[in-house]
């Protein structure tokens, strides 16, 4: 298995192109923040005078970049594994001694591998956007729940597109979900439009979305500092209502969602989908 996975990620990096539009989602919510989002954002009336408004934002701007990074770089892993069943490269290794199991399992780590390492990178130039903007970087605690969640939603998406690659025979197929999820991620993770500003009812299916909670997640971790220097001495109803109104915290009904069950949403879903997914290869095996 390990030279399966070896190969794997030897093929994607090479392949520039697949690198890059597995980041390109990234750029486009970075591209749009900077030129028109965040003037918008900073102008609110609530943050005038206050310091750290501009560290707070970049905060809430990059852990939905984030968020959204770690399904479409989940998305350009896993579409190696499109590309060799459109190619037939798949029935090779089917017809030599490597087990079915040790296949699936190769692109599984692999993909898991590259997303959570473009994830990762994407956080590295996230806290330098946010440093050079005049943000701090994160503490090392917070730097560590960081890496903490980066993996759990690496684990999910990875998980999540397995299971819709699993569904696919063409990489035609892989390609029109990679544009619609790619143009949707934006949206599903709060970073287009604040999952608080969005109709009741697309709120309330938004909450099922794992990079939604992902992003959550990573908005209260990030925010935390910035959230408490710009809100000092303000009262708890306005920080509340902030918070809901950016998706730092979500909520069903009036209820918010505690970041127990976020953890819980993106465990189970990476468990669910990951089973899924080796109930759909193993019975197109046979």
């Known amino acids: 298995m390990i030279a399966m996975i070896k190969r794997n990620l030897r093929v994607f990096l090479r392949d520039r192109p697949s690198v890059f539009f597995s980041l390109l989602s990234v750029f486009i919510i970075i591209g749009l923040y900077a030129l028109f989002l965040g003037d918008l954002m900073l102008s609110s009336s609530i943050f005038q005078g206050r310091a ?13 970049v ?23 490269i798949n029935m090779d290794f089917v017809s030599s001694p490597i087990g079915r199991g040790e296949i699936v399992g190769s ?14 990178l994407t956080g590295i130039l996230a806290s ?18 960081i890496i903490g969640l980066l993996l759990l939603s690496g684990f999910s998406s990875t998980a999540l597109v397995l299971f819709l690659v699993s569904l696919i025979q063409s990489n035609t197929s892989f390609s029109i979900i990679s ?11 709060g970073v287009y439009v604040p999952v608080g500003q969005l109709p009741s009812a697309v709120a309330s299916v938004v909450n099922f979305i794992p990079a939604a909670h992902s992003a ?14 710009v809100f000092a001495g303000a009262p708890g109803e306005l920080v509340m209502d902030f918070r809901r109104a950016m998706g730092v915290d979500l909520f069903i009904g009036g209820a918010p969602i505690s970041s127990q069950i976020s953890l819980l949403v993106l465990a189970g879903s990476g468990a669910l989908f990951f089973a899924l997914a080796t109930l759909s290869l193993k019975r197109k095996a046979k």
């Not at 959550?216 to 220097?229: D, G, H, K, V």
């Open 52 to 64: 750290g408004v501009k560290w707070m934002m970049d905060s809430w701007l990059m852990a939905g």
């Open 66 to 88: 984030m968020a959204a990074g770690s399904v479409t770089t989940a998305l350009g892993a896993m579409g190696l594994m499109a590309e060799d069943k459109e190619r037939k």
């Open 107 to 120: 692109y599984i780590i692999s993909g898991y591998i590259i997303s959570v390492l473009l994830t990762f």
């Open 128 to 145: 330098l956007y946010i440093l050079s903007r005049g943000g701090q970087l994160p503490g090392l605690a917070t730097a560590f729940q």
């Open 179 to 189: 544009t619609l999820v790619g143009t949707l991620i934006g949206f599903l993770a």
């Open 216 to 229: 959550a997640l990573l908005r209260q971790t990030m925010m935390a500092e910035p959230i408490s220097r």
